[in-house]
């Protein structure tokens, strides 16, 4: 699985858009990015993933750029809960694969009252 | 509620000594796995298991032992053969097929040397 390389911390105003950039220049066709973050002392938690569309749900969304090596993760408003660190993965879609993942050491996010 | 349990949230070990991490999943989960986390580290993997009765070593499985005796319940023994077991240790499960791809993970148990 390619390497993701992100930026070490961020900062974002509550209430305003937390805008999270992950670089995978050595992504392969078949590999999927996934953005998973974690709070202290808790469990990494699934936030979104997409292949080469733009994707959003209830917590996020999540838009790649058109030669894929490149995405960013959108909080529209973040709160206060949202500090974290982020982790951006690539991973080929395969129940298998799991195994094969390679954690970096994702962004910590702080938000500000 | 459906998830993963850990237990217990912290453990202390003496010089030695084995101690087991409890990890049980009600999620229906084929798949579980176990990682490490070390500060200014990502996880690293230390063993996986795709079905009952069958594990997998990962990327530094020296020092541990698991079993899978139950879908639900994938043990994690730290052994006295591993010699810097500080650390905060994740268990994680993943659905089988579609799904697949998404890890669920426990809340973690912080495991430090007395």
């Known amino acids: 699985d390619a390497k993701t390389t992100q930026p070490p911390s961020m900062d974002c105003a509550e209430g305003r858009a937390a805008n999270l950039p992950c670089n995978h220049s050595?992504?392969?066709?078949?590999?999927?990015v996934y953005w998973y973050r974690q709070i202290h002392s808790q469990g990494p938690q699934y936030i979104i993933h997409?292949?080469?569309?733009?994707e959003t749900n209830e917590m996020a969304s999540l838009i790649i750029t058109e030669d894929r090596k490149s995405s960013t993760l959108i909080l529209p408003h973040a709160t206060l809960r949202d500090t974290a660190v982020y982790y951006c993965?690539?991973?080929?879609?395969?129940?298998?694969?799991?195994?094969?993942?390679?954690w970096g050491l994702g962004t910590s996010l702080g938000v500000n009252p | 509620d459906g998830g993963i349990t850990q237990s217990p949230k912290y453990l202390f070990r003496k010089e030695g000594q084995n101690v087991t991490l409890s990890c049980e999943q009600n999620l229906n989960h084929d798949a579980m796995y176990w990682y490490r986390q070390d500060p200014g580290q990502g996880l690293r993997l230390i063993y996986y298991s795709q079905i009952v009765n069958d594990f997998q070593k990962g990327d530094i499985a020296e020092g541990y032992s698991v079993s899978r005796e139950k879908k639900e319940s994938f043990p994690l023994t730290v052994t006295s053969a591993q010699k810097n077991p500080t650390a905060f240790y994740l268990c994680?499960?993943?659905?089988?097929?579609?799904?697949?791809?998404?890890?669920?993970f426990g809340s973690g148990t912080q495991l430090s040397v007395l």
């Open positions: 993965i690539v991973r080929d879609y395969n129940a298998g694969n799991n195994r094969k993942l390679i």
């Open positions: 050595t992504i392969s066709g078949n590999e999927y």
């Open positions: 997409g292949l080469k569309n733009n």
């Open positions: 994680a499960s993943t659905p089988p097929g579609v799904g697949g791809e998404k890890l669920f």
